[in-house]
């Protein structure tokens, strides 16, 4: 082994029931690097780092860690080697403090009076307060975490690593969940973990963040190592074209979009949330056939909360929902659907899928009670298995067992792949998409988007809520923008350029 490589995964095998996940794949990480690991959703990349942890095991190969050839059979094991990672899904107490979830499992203790144990939680305060000052991860240890923020859940879980003194931390897509400022926020805290003598694996599919901060890039695609490449001498669109496996088209083609009926009208939409708060301050818009109506804002600024609201999950205070000429405002959500709208949610987990259900069963739950489903009161399996093959063909949703794969086991993207699917197979007159591409990679993302194009050019209304602003001067004919739950300026996207709706979204500049 070369000196300066902390880790050595060398010629490692994985496999699930139907799926080989990692396929002899060998890499080799320096000491004080950033070193990213890149490919599309299901590629193998959290597999790969889940060996490494010690969550799983490997079938073939082996682990060398500073030299030393490892087993790595548990996480308190990677932990006693200085290896940390942070998932995808934070794993944390909500009704305990940010203290009491950094040291959960190494408590610091003292004895009062000599002889009764107590956890020193005076003593672990001040350490975390200086952790985070030390590599610019400002929190309150004394928080609950239920009362804070994603982004600061994630910083909870760096903390975490760096109090158990990690010295080899992985990643896993860490900006799946965050907004572009907290991304920016996070990506800084990167350099500067490497900065102070980390070594980081990062695990992501987002280009742009790759070149910003990462001084190698491993390329997996299906289960195999494709390169290993310096990123100085990479441009984005070469590494998507090696992710991929082929030429990935950056933009969106798109013709001119022909306006027809009136789909959606709101009228003087109001909501409040669980606090009494309103969110959503007397909205009104309306979309129309073959329109792609984009709302551009800031996160929590009511957008999600008009999504919600027009698909029922959420009350209407006051004002009117008119779906293709009918008022659904006080419709339950299968009301809802059967007067035409589909639902693409923002929480794929809570709202857009059943974990537990297998594939074929979250494929079919929009119409399950009725008929090829259902025949007087009885289900049909075939009918529920003919459908889910059909739409994982269709759209290209990779999973190890095929209609009989639990959802929870599958990769985020794949399970966004298979909600749309879903939802445009309804062929309802609306389409809501929010955060349709979140967490998923350029190759996904890339279909995703003809696939919203295509809805709308079939003559259907799109409503599309997203954070990216690029994917909304990209995809929409319509732009209206949203600040402190108010949607003020409502333009077609021509007339808009980017800047102006940053400054839109952001207050700078005042709406008409």
């Known amino acids: 082994m070369t000196e300066d490589y902390i880790i050595e995964m060398r010629n ?27 490919g599309e959703n299901g590629a193998g990349k959290s597999t790969l780092m889940s060996m490494l942890f010690g969550m799983y095991e490997p079938d073939e190969g082996e682990i060398w860690v500073r030299g030393k050839k490892e087993e790595i059979k548990s996480p308190s094991y990677a932990t006693r080697l200085n290896i940390g990672m942070v998932h995808q899904h934070f794993k944390l107490v909500s009704n305990y403090t940010i203290a009491e979830n950094i040291i959960l499992g190494v408590e610091p203790k003292k004895k009062a009076f000599g002889l009764f144990p107590y956890v020193d939680i005076k003593t672990a305060n001040e350490k975390i307060r200086s952790l985070s000052e030390k590599y610019g991860l400002e929190v309150d240890p004394e928080k609950v975490i239920s009362d804070v923020n994603v982004s600061t859940r994630q910083r909870v879980e760096i903390l975490k690593m760096l109090y158990r003194e990690a010295e080899i931390l992985i990643f896993d ?18 350099k500067n973990l490497r900065d102070g003598g980390k070594t980081i694996i990062l695990i992501t599919h987002k280009l742009e963040e790759i070149k910003q901060v990462a001084d190698r890039c491993a390329i997996l695609r299906r289960g195999k190592l494709i390169d290993v490449r310096d990123v100085e001498g990479m441009d984005t669109r070469e590494m998507a074209n090696l992710m991929v496996g082929r030429q990935v088209q950056m933009k969106v083609e798109k013709k001119p979009a ?7 009208n709101i009228k003087d939409l109001r909501v409040k949330n669980d606090d009494d ?26 957008q999600t909360d008009i999504a919600d609201a027009i698909a029922g999950l959420l009350p209407v205070s006051s004002g009117k929902i008119i779906v293709d000429g009918t008022d659904v405002t006080d419709m339950s959500v299968r009301k809802r659907t059967e007067a035409g709208i589909s639902y693409i949610p923002e929480d794929r987990h809570s709202v857009g899928l059943v974990l537990d259900f297998d594939l074929k069963d979250n494929l079919a739950l929009r119409r399950y009670y009725k008929e090829p489903f259902a025949k007087k009161g009885v289900l049909d399996p075939k009918s529920f298995e003919d459908y889910g093959t059909k739409l994982i063909d269709k759209y290209d949703v990779r999973c190890a067992r095929g209609n009989t794969t639990i ?17 445009i197979e309804q062929d309802a007159p609306l389409t809501i998409f929010v955060q349709p591409t979140r967490g998923l990679d350029i190759g996904a993302i890339e279909n995703i988007h003809r696939q919203i194009v295509e809805e709308r050019d079939k003559g259907k209304a799109v409503l599309l809520i997203s954070l990216e602003l690029d994917e909304i001067m990209a995809l929409a004919d319509t732009i209206g923008v949203i600040y402190n739950g108010q949607l003020g300026k409502i333009a077609p996207a021509a007339e808009f350029t980017t800047s102006e709706v940053g400054e839109y979204m952001m207050g700078v500049k005042h709406h008409d």
């Open 12 to 38: 490692v095998t994985k496999r699930f029931p139907g799926i080989v996940a990692n396929d002899d794949v060998t890499i080799k990480v320096r000491k004080g690097e950033i070193y990213a690991l890149l």
């Open 277 to 302: 708060f309103e969110v959503v301050k007397g909205v009104s818009f309306n979309i129309h056939a073959g329109e792609i109506f984009a709302i551009a804002g800031v996160s929590g600024n009511g």
């Open 407 to 423: 959802v929870r086991s599958m990769s985020g993207g794949n399970q966004q792949k298979a909600i749309i699917g879903r939802e």
């Open 258 to 264: 022909v306006f027809g009926k009136e789909i959606l």
């Open 173 to 190: 897509e860490p900006t799946a969940v965050l907004t572009p400022q907290e991304i920016d926020s996070l990506l800084q805290i990167i």
